[in-house]
Structures are given as structure tokens and as C-alpha cells.
């Protein structure tokens, strides 16, 4: 057997099933508080996303596993398709369709496709019981058809000073761009404000909380007091990259 996998496996059996959430399994650093936010938003369901097992390793589609090697300080507890679908957009849109399905707003879950710029409704495609078995199909044929180029368009700008819990760090490129999603947020009484990143990559792969390569001292917290460019593991954004869902 491969010595990764029978490591995790061995590891895996003192493991009891876990329900811990991202609040719980990162406290704020001394001195910070979680900023307040409607129990109903979207950032609220953000901060209580279920995690894996600490420790646990994040799965790709076909099922093997990606080292952590500085990359992410926890796995989202989601499953995913088998196909090579839910890549970085894709995951950002997966969190805001799933937060859309919890809170019972099937008429608002929709995303547009690359190809006329048009949304597809999950209303369209649902079956009668609306499913969860369907709104996951339904997120698969956004995947296939949305990317990072569409949700880009979809977005709209905010200034990074005016950063909220559930905002997209997100740039198009050629041949491909990246996305990434703001999960939590922390302000300390001088008004320094901290926040967590989540995101998934290439291959498809299962949504992941980002370590903070610029800062282990605080990791998965980033501190919105930098200069120049914010550099994640595996990508570097711009102030001027943050963009919001319309309500």
C-alpha cells in the first residue's frame, strides 16, 4: 500500500465521526471577535460549514488524495461529484446554491453560463420533490457549462475595504483563472479586520480551508493589513479581485 495512504489509514481508525464546524474548530486569535452576522445570511452558513475529521486529507474525484504540503488547514465536509467537475468556481457556486437550498429559496438558485451569459434555474431541472439528489445533478450541469470567466460577470465588484463574510476572491486567465471565497471574518477593537479563505482546485477536488503561507502565527486567518499583492497557497489576488453574489 501506498505509505500516505496506510498512514491515514491507520490514523483513521482512532477517528470518531466528527460535526465539528469552522467556528468551532478555529477560535479567533487573542484580542479579535467574530463580526456579527444575521443568522440567516449567508455568511452565518459559511462559518458553520462542517469539517472533517481533523487531520483528514483532501479527496479528489477519482478518490485519491492531495498532500497538504502548505496548502489547507481543514477539509470541508461535502461530498462531490465523480466527475472532474467542481474545480474553484465551481465549489464557490456549490457553497452559494447549498446555502440557497437550506434556507428554502429554490427560485434563487440559479447561475449563468459561459456560452450566452443566461441563467439556468434549478426550478427547471428540479423534480417534483426538489431533491437534494437533484439539486446536486442540477450543480453538476452548471459545472459543466459555468466557470470562472461567468461567474466573474456575475459577481459584482466591492472594495476590499468594505470586505463581507461570503465575498469571491476571483480572476479569469487564459487558459484558466482562479476563484476563492471569503468563509469567516474577525475585527479586534481597533477595527483590524481578519479572514478565512476556503477553495477548491484542479482536478475536481473536495473544498478546503486555506493555510496562511504569509503568517503561521495566525494561519487560516489572514490579515486584511497587507500591502501589494494577498498571496494564497496556490494563487495570488489583488485587492481589486473581490467581488459579491447579488442578493
Known amino acids: 500500500m501506498n505509505p500516505l495512504l496506510l498512514s ?5 481508525l ?4 466528527s460535526s465539528e464546524t469552522l467556528s468551532e474548530r478555529f477560535p479567533v486569535p487573542e484580542g479579535y471577535k467574530r463580526v456579527a452576522l444575521d443568522s440567516n445570511s449567508f455568511g452565518a452558513y459559511l462559518r458553520q460549514l462542517p469539517l472533517k475529521p481533523e487531520g483528514s ?10 498532500r497538504r504540503d502548505g496548502i489547507y488547514a481543514a477539509v470541508v465536509d461535502q461530498p462531490i461529484s465523480a466527475r472532474d467537475l467542481q474545480q474553484c468556481a465551481d465549489a464557490v ?4 446554491g447549498e446555502y440557497l437550498y437550506a434556507q428554502k429559496r429554490y427560485e434563487d438558485i440559479h447561475f449563468n453560463f459561459l456560452s450566452d451569459g443566461k441563467p439556468r434555474y434549478f426550478l427547471d431541472r428540479a423534480d417534483a420533490q426538489r431533491s437534494y439528489k437533484s439539486f446536486l445533478k442540477y450543480m453538476d450541469y452548471v459545472f459543466a457549462y459555468a466557470n470562472t470567466a461567468s461567474l466573474h460577470k456575475e459577481l459584482k ?9 461570503g465575498d469571491v476572491f476571483i480572476v479569469t486567465g487564459r487558459p484558466y483563472g482562479h476563484a476563492i ?16 479563505l476556503a477553495q ?9 480551508i486555506l493555510v496562511n503561507p504569509n503568517n503561521g502565527a495566525i494561519s487560516p486567518w489572514y490579515s486584511s493589513k497587507f ?7 496556490e494563487w495570488t489576488f489583488q485587492k481589486g479581485d473581490l467581488r459579491r453574489f447579488r442578493e
Open 57 to 66: 486529507y483532501v479527496k479528489y474525484f477519482d478518490g485519491d488524495l492531495k
Open 8 to 12: 491515514i489509514f491507520l490514523i483513521s
Open 227 to 233: 500591502s501589494g499583492s494577498l498571496r494564497t497557497p
Open 93 to 96: 457556486m456549490r457553497l452559494r
Open 157 to 165: 465588484a466591492v472594495a476590499f475595504e468594505d470586505m463581507q463574510v
Open 200 to 208: 477548491s482546485y484542479m482536478p475536481a477536488q473536495e473544498t478546503q
Open 181 to 196: 471565497i471569503v468563509v469567516d471574518m474577525a475585527e479586534n477593537a481597533a477595527g483590524e479586520k481578519l479572514f478565512m
Open 14 to 17: 482512532s477517528w470518531a465521526p
